[in-house]
C-alpha cells in the first residue's frame, strides 16, 4: 500500500471550492500544508473561504472567480494559473451541476452547459495539467464523479451520463499514468450533505454524508491502486450490484419510480 502524497509546500488546485466538497478538500489540503488556488463563480463564499484557511492554516491561498463552463474558460483557467507561476501538484477537478427533470422539458442550452462544466472542463483541465506532473515524476489528479456514474438515471439523464464519463475518463487515463508517479482517481459520492442538496428530498441507500467524509474516502484512497472509489460502505455495494448483478430493465423500471413531482432544475454549486 502506498502513502497519500506528501503536501508541505506544494500546490493544490481545487474547483468549485467556494462550498460543499469543494471546500472540504480545500480545508483538508490547507490543513496538510498545500499551497492552493482555488475557483468558483462565488466571489463572496470563495473569498471567505480563502481568508480563513490563510489565517488558520499559513498557507498561500489565491482565487479565480470563473465560470467554467463559459466559452474559452478553460484555456484562460490554465493561462491564470500559469501567470501565478505555481506548478500544480494536486488537481481537484470538483466543479460540477446537476439538473433534475424529463430531458423533453430541457432547455438545450443549459443541457449543453452541464455538459460544458460536468465533462469539457475535467477533460480539459486533466489534459493540460497532466504533463508537467509526468514531466515531474509526482502529481495528483482527483476528478469527481458520482456514484449515479454506474448506471442510466432516468429524470437526471444528461448529469449521470456526464459522469459516466468521467469515471470511464479517469480510469483510463490512470492506467495509461501507470509508473510515471501520477495518481489518477475518480472519486464517486453519493448523496452528500452539499448546497446542491439542501432541501431536496434525495433518495439514498446510505443516508447522507458530509462533505468531510466525501474527501476522507479519497485521501484513503489514494493510499491504494484504485482508479475510482465510491463513497460510503452501503453506497459502494450498490453501485457494484447495480452495475455488475442487475439487468438494465430493473435498475431502469425502479428509477422511473423516482419521478419528481417539482421539476425545477437544482442550480450550479460553483
Known amino acids: 500500500m502506498q502513502d497519500s502524497p506528501p503536501l508541505a509546500g506544494r500546490a493544490a488546485l481545487v474547483t468549485g471550492a467556494s462550498s460543499g ?4 478538500f480545500a480545508t483538508e489540503l490547507a490543513t ?9 463563480r462565488s466571489a463572496g463564499k470563495l ?4 481568508t480563513s484557511l490563510r489565517s488558520r492554516h499559513a498557507v498561500e491561498v489565491a482565487t479565480l472567480h470563473l465560470d467554467l463552463a463559459a466559452p474559452d474558460a478553460s484555456r484562460r483557467f490554465f493561462e491564470h494559473v500559469n501567470d501565478l507561476g505555481s506548478a500544480i501538484d494536486f488537481l481537484v477537478n470538483n466543479a460540477g451541476v446537476g439538473y433534475r427533470g424529463r430531458v423533453a422539458a430541457s432547455d438545450p442550452e443549459q443541457m449543453a452547459a452541464l455538459v460544458d462544466l460536468n465533462v469539457k472542463s475535467v477533460m480539459d483541465a ?5 504533463p508537467g506532473m509526468i514531466s515531474r515524476g509526482h502529481g495528483t489528479i482527483i476528478n469527481v464523479a458520482s456514484a449515479g456514474a454506474f448506471q442510466p438515471t432516468p429524470y437526471m439523464a444528461a448529469y449521470a451520463a456526464s459522469k459516466a464519463f468521467i469515471l470511464s475518463f479517469t480510469q483510463a487515463v490512470g492506467t495509461e499514468t501507470a509508473g ?8 464517486c459520492p453519493g448523496p452528500t450533505d ?9 433518495p439514498t441507500v446510505a443516508g447522507m454524508r458530509s462533505a468531510e467524509q466525501v474527501v476522507a474516502t479519497a485521501f484513503k484512497a489514494l493510499g491504494t491502486r ?9 453506497n459502494a455495494l450498490f453501485a457494484r450490484m447495480v452495475s455488475k448483478r442487475f439487468p438494465d430493465s430493473i435498475i431502469l423500471n425502479l428509477a422511473r419510480r423516482l419521478e419528481p413531482a417539482d421539476h425545477t432544475p437544482h442550480h450550479p454549486v460553483a
Open 21 to 24: 466538497i469543494g471546500a472540504a
Open 32 to 40: 496538510r500544508g498545500a499551497n492552493l488556488v482555488l475557483v468558483a
Open 47 to 50: 473569498d471567505q473561504l480563502a
Open 126 to 130: 486533466t489534459i493540460r495539467f497532466l
Open 180 to 187: 510515471t508517479g501520477v495518481r489518477m482517481l475518480a472519486l
Open 194 to 202: 452539499t448546497p446542491m442538496t439542501a432541501g431536496k428530498k434525495i
Open 226 to 234: 484504485k482508479t475510482s472509489v465510491v463513497d460510503g460502505r452501503r
